[in-house]
């Protein structure tokens, strides 16, 4: 777990990422990506920065590649934004976060008979019970 200081940095590279990216990386290849996390390393040497495809359909592969050519680019606009001796290098990954769950959903609809999926919240009909009339 990492320590409030590393949490915080995670959120402002987050946010500063994001906003780099929407307004002044111009590379066709990267289009406009969310930015789903960011992990820095403790020792502030890497950070990793987690993206999806945005809604224009970027193919994924180009997405990583023009993130990575803009790398540097980016790193010197966080260095003017945050105070740190040292910008961390960006390493960008595509956040497979919901195929897994999406896969893990399937696999537990496949074990997991249909009249057991509920969380048993709803009560079983009681045949003995008077119809209301």
Known sequence: MPGKRIARLNE???REVTQILRTEVRDPRVGLPTVTGVE??????????????GLTGEDEGELIEGLEAASPFIRRKLGDLLTLRRVPELRFQ????????????SILREVIPPEE???GLRPEPDSESPDPE
């Not at 820095?40 to 495809?53: C, E, S």
């Not at 595509?94 to 959903?105: F, G, K, M, P, S």
């Open 117 to 119: 999926r509920g969380l």
């Open 12 to 14: 402002q590279f987050k």
């Open 94 to 105: 595509v956040d497979r976060t919901l195929e897994r769950a999406e896969r893990i959903e």
């Open 40 to 53: 820095v390393t403790p020792d502030l040497w890497m950070a990793k920065v987690f993206v999806r495809p």
